[in-house]
């Protein structure tokens, strides 16, 4: 087809890479809805429960374990956004390279970007998940 008439409507460039990108800006602003949303209680310091004269060391150690969950719970949360925002770095790069790209070539290298965001939002996807479920 590379004689045929140049004037022809376009089609699309490249569908799956497209598709892979959507998915990735759907991943990068759900994560932030669900950082945005939490709405949870923060677990009360060991020292206000102590100061109320209510600490024994059952109480004591399901604080504790509350406090480990909540910070587990605040690494989860920053790794979540850091790495969104990485997805968001890697698909900006992924579209300037694209707008490089003329209709007939497709680089190898833009293939192993598209791979390797598809890979980053899957593990935010994940991570999220995670999130979500404890």
Sequence with gaps: MHGVNSKS???PLFSPLLF????????????????AQD???VAPSSSMATAQGTDSKPQKAKADRQQSQVAG??????QIADESTELLTM?????????KTTKDTLSLNVIKKADQIEKLAKSVKEKMKQSSGS
């Design 20 to 35: 892979r990108l959507a998915c990735a800006g759907l991943v990068f602003g759900a994560t932030f809805a669900c950082i």
């Design 91 to 99: 698909a900006l790069a992924l579209k300037a390279e694209v707008d």
């Design 39 to 41: 709405g949870r209680p």
């Design 73 to 78: 719970e605040n690494e989860r949360k920053k």
């Design 9 to 11: 409507p376009k089609t």
